[in-house]
């Protein structure tokens, strides 16, 4: 048996501890992003805010992950980098997090 | 002394030293500070000492602007006036809601807070405030409840406090006084119906009375102060026309003008990151002998930066159905509903998925602030339950139950489970020449003009909130406790159906020292006028950030000491 190593996405997606929830918000994510957005064009929007951008996706721990996107979140919403989802206030960060969410 | 104006003699000329329009807030508070002066002064009051619906009709007339309440509901035409359903909510302006701010079209008062300060600090004896500070410092200190910990420098903690309900009313608090008072004669039920000048206009030389019986007569006086109300003193103004085609006061047409309310309306809602999210400290509670309301605001410098007015925001916390139907509950169900208390819904859309996910997002700051969101009942709420008739008290009781059963769950289970919280917008408007007061073509019983509103509210006012809600978003969500929604489009065609006001009728006599921006001068006195002065909310130019109660009392305080002088 050939093990086949999680993507980018799929580290990332798998952060949320109900990934039925946050499916559900990252297809209303989708619609407020716009356009075709594939899961791998979300990951590098994603990884561009992290030091050492998709190095930092494959290898931190995932508690070391999770901090550094929550910090890009609490970044996001003091520089007023928020995006609105059927109105809800939301990090741009962590739409596109529930969109990648949405897409694997 | 009470007085009955159908006991006065018909055509009668009285005569006195001051002469009060009005027995509200403002009137009971001039008339006070004269007791036992050799002023002798006279109080013209439409209302008698208890609720009259004939007299109170004649506060109806037609509102033409923006939904607003029936005219007769926002104000009580009575003695102790609107203070009879105040609802004792306190906070004095700070030095910016005086201020000129440059991208606030007509803000600006002639003075501030040095000039207000210790005017306040006589209001807050007046209205009996228990609390004697506003530092929201102080209160957080001394509080078992706290502030959410919202991320940024662009909101702020702002703390109410609220008169005690016994203490509200003022016909209650200083009637006895009053009547005590030999140098004091309120006469019930006089209305008064026109301004008389002499020739030049510039004098006011008697007020006509009459009274709902028939009865007519005048009333003389060196001085004059109009004390009717946001609605009623540019009324008044705009019907006395003997010698002035356009009203008294309004050679500049402003007489009625920048009709001010606070507007209000659910702007959005907060999905708590956690389910037992602390919010008890935003509702109205005791802290000691205190009871206060804490709010969210702008910040000033936020305010600034952003030109914008005023927005302030009341938390509500939204709890699971099960709870809320408890409360509604009279018996023992009510205990055994609150046990269930544990389903999540209400945040429709993808609310409920958004509060399940964002906790992942936010292990930089898990926070739960303690405490019980609902209050132990006030000691004067179970003291209304005994005091009232047993009639009434059968109303009051079910609240009464499902306050207690929510306390005992708390001392039970924890914190009450919060599905949403619900976040109110009040704000500020910007002064607006076209929101006014006019005379109706209808006439009430005594023959004048009804008043007329048209409310209106702009673009930029709908700018204001829309920004505000952003900014409570960006700190909602950068401290984690939680996100908003946003459920107000400012670009909407109209405003939410459930924009309502305060209550409080303010700016359509505004003060300003130039005649051509102001109906009143800096000391109440009306632009042109010799001997008549306006005391109350009408002399607002801006509504600013706190409710107009003490403020109406301390502006009363400061004319009433102008007036010691000029009558000396």
Redesign the interface.
């Known amino acids: 048996v050939r093990l086949i190593p999680p993507t980018d996405a799929d580290r990332l997606a798998g952060?949320?501890?109900?990934r039925?929830?946050?499916r559900?918000?990252g297809r209303?994510s989708l619609r407020a992003l716009g356009g075709d957005r594939s899961a791998s064009a979300l990951v590098d929007e994603v990884a561009a805010a992290l030091p050492d951008g998709r190095r930092t996706i494959a290898g931190a721990s995932e508690?070391d992950l999770?901090?550094l996107?929550?910090?890009r979140?609490?970044d996001?919403?003091?520089s007023?980098s928020?995006l609105?989802?059927?109105?809800?206030?939301?990090?741009s960060t962590?739409v596109r997090?529930?969109a990648i969410a949405a897409l694997v | 002394v009470f007085a009955e104006a159908n006991g006065v003699q018909r055509d009668a000329a009285l005569n006195a030293d001051l002469c009060v329009i009005g027995a509200g807030a403002a009137g009971i508070t001039l008339a006070r500070s004269f007791i036992g002066t050799s002023v002798r002064v006279a109080v013209l009051e439409s209302g008698g000492l208890q609720f009259d619906t004939a007299t109170q009709d004649l506060y109806k007339g037609p509102n033409v602007g923006l939904p607003y309440f029936p005219l007769d509901t926002p104000r009580l035409r009575m003695f102790g006036g609107t203070t009879n359903h105040w609802a004792g909510v306190c906070r004095p302006f700070d030095e910016a809601d005086f201020a000129k701010r440059a991208w606030i079209p007509y803000s600006g008062w002639p003075f501030g807070t040095s000039e207000m300060d210790p005017y306040y600090a006589r209001a807050e004896q007046v209205v009996h405030l228990q609390g004697d500070h506003w530092s929201t410092q102080d209160w957080v200190k001394q509080d078992t409840l706290g502030p959410l910990p919202l991320a940024g420098d662009q909101v702020e903690t702002r703390v109410d406090q609220i008169v005690p309900e016994a203490f509200r009313s003022f016909s209650t608090d200083y009637g006895d006084q009053i009547k005590a008072a030999s140098n004091v004669t309120v006469y019930l039920d006089a209305n008064v119906t026109e301004i008389e000048t002499d020739p030049s206009g510039a004098a006011v030389t008697r007020l006509r009375v009459a009274t709902l019986s028939g009865n007519r007569f005048t009333v003389a006086a060196p001085a004059y102060v109009l004390a009717v109300g946001g609605i009623e003193n540019p009324r008044l103004l705009l019907a006395s026309r003997q010698h002035h085609p356009n009203g008294i006061g309004n050679d500049h047409g402003l007489v009625g003008r920048f009709f001010l309310e606070h507007p209000r309306f659910i702007a959005g809602m907060i999905a708590p990151a956690e389910r037992n999210l602390g919010v008890g400290f935003y509702l109205q509670h005791r802290i000691g002998q205190t009871i206060i309301q804490p709010r969210v605001g702008i910040t000033r410098s936020a305010q600034q930066a952003e030109g914008m007015a005023d927005v302030q925001f009341t938390l509500d916390p939204v709890y699971d159905p099960a709870l809320q139907q408890a409360n509604q509950s009279t018996d023992v169900a009510a205990m055994k509903a609150l046990r269930h208390a544990i389903a999540r819904h209400g945040l429709g859309d993808i609310g409920s998925e958004l509060s399940t996910v964002i906790g992942d997002l936010m292990t930089w700051d898990r926070f739960v602030v303690p405490g019980a969101p609902l209050p132990v009942p006030y000691p004067e709420v179970v003291g209304e339950v005994m005091r009232v008739t047993p009639r009434d008290r059968q109303s009051l009781i079910p609240g009464l139950l499902g306050d207690v059963a929510s306390f005992v769950y708390t001392r039970m289970e924890g914190n009450i489970p919060v599905n949403s919280v619900t976040v109110t917008a009040r704000f500020e408007p910007i002064p607006n020449p076209d929101s006014r007061v006019t005379l109706s073509t209808e006439r009430d019983e005594l023959g004048m003009p009804r008043a007329e509103l048209d409310w209106q509210l702009s673009d930029a006012d709908k700018h204001n909130v829309e920004r505000g809600m952003q900014i409570l978003a960006g700190a909602v969500g950068g401290s984690g406790v939680g996100r908003v929604k946003i459920t107000f489009d400012e670009h909407a065609s109209s405003w939410p159906a459930d924009l309502a006001g305060g209550y409080h009728l303010m700016g359509t006599t505004r003060m300003h020292e130039d005649p051509r921006r102001g109906v009143v001068d800096p000391d109440g006195l009306v632009h042109g006028m010799s001997n008549l002065y306006i005391a109350g909310s009408s002399v607002f130019p801006t509504a600013g950030s706190g409710n107009p109660t003490m403020l109406i009392v301390a502006l009363t305080l400061r004319l009433s000491d102008h007036l010691k002088g000029a009558l000396r």
Do not use: H, M, N
């Open positions: 952060l949320f501890s109900d039925a929830s946050a559900a918000v209303a508690d999770r901090e996107l929550a910090a979140v609490r996001d919403f003091g007023g928020i609105d989802v059927q109105g809800w206030q939301l990090s962590e997090l529930y």
